[in-house]
């Protein structure tokens, strides 16, 4: 892996690591990436979930019984196919993703507060460079 790769490899895994610290909830990092995801695709089969989180279905099947379970999301009917079903996100799946939002945007502006405006226009920038690289 050429030098740039390996570096900006190792600052995003810090950023990342550094961002999970931030975390208070009780659910998993996985819960909270999964639930996250089900919030952004609206009511969506299993199937579609794990294709967004990139994992099998049966990868994901644990994850949704637990937020099912736990309340954090909702699992209905397939209005069109009996054999499928949707989940969604709950009221309280919405609130604790808020919070750990918040707690996380909270960290990450005063970070970027103590960087420069140049500084900060480079990581805008970045920021859209880096979603391109991960939708690949």
Known sequence: MPTDAHQLARAVARLNRRLRQERHSDLTPTQLSVLGAIRQLGRATPTAIAAHERVQ??????????????????????PDDG????????????????????????????????????????????????ERLSAR
Do not use: F, K
Request: aromatic share 2%; charged share 30%.
């Open 83 to 130: 054999r499928q079903v949707l989940v969604s996100v709950s009221e309280q799946g919405e609130a604790v993703l808020a919070e750990e939002r918040e707690r996380r945007d909270q960290w990450l502006a005063h970070g970027l507060a103590e960087l420069t405006e140049s500084e900060r226009a480079t990581l805008e920038e970045a920021a859209a460079l880096l």
């Open 57 to 78: 279905p049966p990868s994901i099947t644990r994850s949704l019984n637990c937020l099912v379970d736990d309340g954090y999301a909702i699992r209905e009917p397939h």
